[in-house]
């Protein structure tokens, strides 16, 4: 089903609607969680944020998908690219609706070269000098987008531009600038935790631990 809900021009007043929208999808779906996680890096979070939830409740779904479309047209442009890449696994779900209503080719990176067949890490077709908008759910330090930026590049295809919807505000964004693609994204985690603070699901002690990590992560990358 093709969406178009959000295919107008993103106004201020329009993008803090679908910030509280998000907000809210993100605690009704169980996406947000708030204690002490470890995550994948060995670091400590006060939070944890598991988007791959969001599918399971069809109308989330189509809000945070609408929200990707209207990036993609107000912020990104649909000729400044070929074809769509996806960070696996969070991202396949989001990046499918999306190439599917933009009517562009979808590229799967894998974080493991296939030990089989082909034995390639781009499941999909990729022509030399094709233009890949990368797309992931949330970016922290950029090793995932990293690595997949790399790899399309090294099967031809051309990379500087990419799409999140959360940015972790762990120095990805600026590493991913390092290699030369611009990380588009719709909010950042600090207010999306002053957000939910507001709206009373967010103590004030949880969120002062999470602007400390920010500041933390900040003084030291």
Known sequence: ?????????????K???LETELSNILIRTGAIKF???KLTSGKLSPYYIDLRTIPSSPSAFKTVVSIYLA??????????????????????????VIAFNLDKPLL????????????????????????VLLIDDLITTGKSMIEAVNSIRGEGGIVDKGLVLIDRQEGGIKKMKEIDVTV???TKISDLAKRLFHIGILDEDKLED?????????ENP
Not at 210 to 218: G, N, P
């Open 108 to 131: 799967c990176v894998r974080k493991e070269l296939k030990k089989h067949g082909r034995q390639k890490k781009v499941e999909g077709i990729l022509e030399p000098g094709d233009k």
């Open 71 to 96: 990036l993609i047209k107000n912020k990104i442009g649909l000729d400044s690219f070929d074809r769509i890449g996806c960070v696996p696994i969070a991202s396949i779900a989001f990046a499918s």
């Open 35 to 37: 204690g002490f996680f």
């Open 15 to 17: 993008i803090e609607k």
């Open 210 to 218: 999470i602007i400390k990590q920010i500041k933390e992560q900040e």
């Open 184 to 186: 588009h994204t719709f």
């Open 1 to 13: 089903m093709l969406i178009e809900v959000y295919w107008i021009k993103l106004s201020l007043e």
